[in-house]
């Protein structure tokens, strides 16, 4: 097959390159760009937005020199809005970092490569206002000779009370593919962080928050107070781990936080009471629109019925549910089960809906462990959970 030629492109509106550079691969779109000066200019704002609108850094030199030197193009700065910290092996290379006594970095601001990443936030990256912070391997290095992932959570901190960003968005992710949540070092972070005001004023700001990582009493207050300190907060995302202490941590977050202007909640491997359950929907019950839970443990109780009827009365503006792998934990641990309802053409075949129904791997008695909806129809759907059978919840010892 003789190979198609891109020589007509050149003439297609700009609207049209961009759909065709959306169907490429990222060596494509590249390729496409060095065919002539009219398609590099025809997809300079797909090619802005695909590869530059999240950049990163793992903190070492190097890449926060390639950082300030994209800092100086004044026509890519524009798209950058979120900078993830990719943290691996040789975080913090190449710079010279010192400690206190007690372990958190002293003064990382008069490190010249992070002030001038501060100083390219607030004057050159001004749409950079999501963060990210990935871990995805036990940190080690206990004897603090070595700059760790948590040393850079305690940087980024630092680096934007100082310049003071209206950050939007925060997702610290300690977890591995398998979905394990990990630790982090809490010497390493500075104490009581969030009584500083210059804090509590740039987390005002945050609307987008999601915390993966394994509660331990060392965490416990720290990652509490990144949420009760967000008063402003649209989604919430929640993955602690499935015990006790992480009970106590979402009992603390239902008597305490305010959640006004909440609309997307989703816990992920996490637990908590059903009366705090309860509680917490209470607060966010005008706003919210999405609510996920997963692999969530709940105790006391064993029946979701009285759940599923409160979504039912007066969530009237929630538009996803995705409820997969419930526990109850007393009076017998097991899984919460949801009734077969059936996939008709009114809630699968009409444009902006979606249902999918998740069975167990059993073939010959397959149970269903989860339902995800979302479109117009939820009252309907969440009618069916509740009338489909007479007993519609059931609790599943063993899979």
Known sequence: MKPVSLSFLHSLPVELTELVADFLEADEVLALRLVCRELQRKTFHHFAQRFFSTIKTNLSEDSLRRINALSQNIALRPYVTGLAFMLQNGVGRGLVWNRHPWGPISAPLEVEAIRSLRDNLIQNLINCRSFFIFCRYPEGHPDMTHVTITDAVAVFFALVVDARLPVSSFHLIYANRNSRTLIMDMRRLPKLLYRQPEFKIVWANLQNLSLEQYLTLDNFGFLLELVLSAPNLQTLLLNLGMHDL?????????????????????????????????????????????????????????????????????????????????????????????????????????????????????????????????GPKMSHVLKLLQTKTERPFSLVTSI
């Open 246 to 374: 992480a009970s106590e941590f979402m009992h603390e977050l239902a008597e305490s936080a305010s959640f006004s202007q909440l609309r997307e909640l989703a816990l992920f491997r996490t637990s908590m009471g059903d009366p705090d359950l309860h509680k917490l929907l209470a607060k966010v019950r005008p706003t919210l629109t999405s609510l996920t839970l997963h692999h969530v443990s709940l105790a006391p109780g064993n029946d979701l019925t009285p759940f599923i009827k409160e979504l039912s009365q007066g969530f009237l503006a929630l538009q996803s549910i995705s409820l997969y792998y419930l526990w109850a934990s007393t009076p017998a641990k097991g899984l919460l089960t949801f009734p077969d309802i059936p996939k008709t053409s009114s809630l699968c075949d009409s444009k902006g809906q979606h249902l999918n129904i998740f069975y167990s791997e059993d073939i010959k008695t397959p149970t269903v462990l989860g339902v995800e909806y979302s």
